[in-house]
């Protein structure tokens, strides 16, 4: 066990890639974390921001996907620090080198934009804008699916973000990381595959 949490969770570090379980948790996650950007995080802020950081561990239950979210957070970590750092990158970043916090992707992203002054609206949109492109480059892939049909489908999903982010203003916290377990399961058998295509 480590921090409360099943044994694979402490030993899902660098496996898998891929966004969070859904854009739904990410996009939330965002939300919160980005809030303290533009200024050094405070002792409140670092306390909430791990907080968020436990409940993503929990949240995201098949291992692969919740590797993923570290192993993509921490570099998104890496190269905001070099390349556009803020102050809540740089404090995010030390308590993952602390082991206060695991690193997810959501946080990290929403610190690295906000640091760079991008506000709430902004950084939702940025954030399910990049997930519904993962999700289409990986139906290009997968299906196949060509690459022309892919990029119809995306235009037609970026149409329907902006309505996206104004619903997510007024969704009920209780409902933050809902799971879909029929999804869950078969992200879990995944992970077992002899030959995959996709880390997660």
Known sequence: MARGLPRDAAH?????RGPPRGPRVGQRAGRRAGRPAGRRPGPADLAAIAALDDELTALLVPAQIR????????????????AFPSEGVVAY???????????????????????????????AEAYLYSTL?????????????GQLAGQRVLATLRARVPAA?????????????AAAPALEI???????QRARMFMS
């Open 133 to 145: 492109t993962s999700l289409a480059y990986n139906a290009v892939r997968a299906i196949p699916l």
């Open 165 to 177: 982010v104004v619903r997510s203003r007024t969704a009920d916290p209780r409902h933050f990381g």
């Open 67 to 82: 590797a993923a979210s570290l192993k993509m957070g921490r570099r998104v970590l890496e190269i905001a620090a070099q």
């Open 12 to 16: 899902a570090h660098g496996r898998g």
């Open 93 to 123: 970043a030390e308590a993952v080198a602390s082991g206060r916090c695991l690193g997810h992707y959501s946080i990290a992203f929403a610190l690295a934009g906000a640091g760079q002054g991008l506000d709430e609206e902004t950084l």
């Open 186 to 192: 078969h992200q879990m058998r995944h992970e077992h």
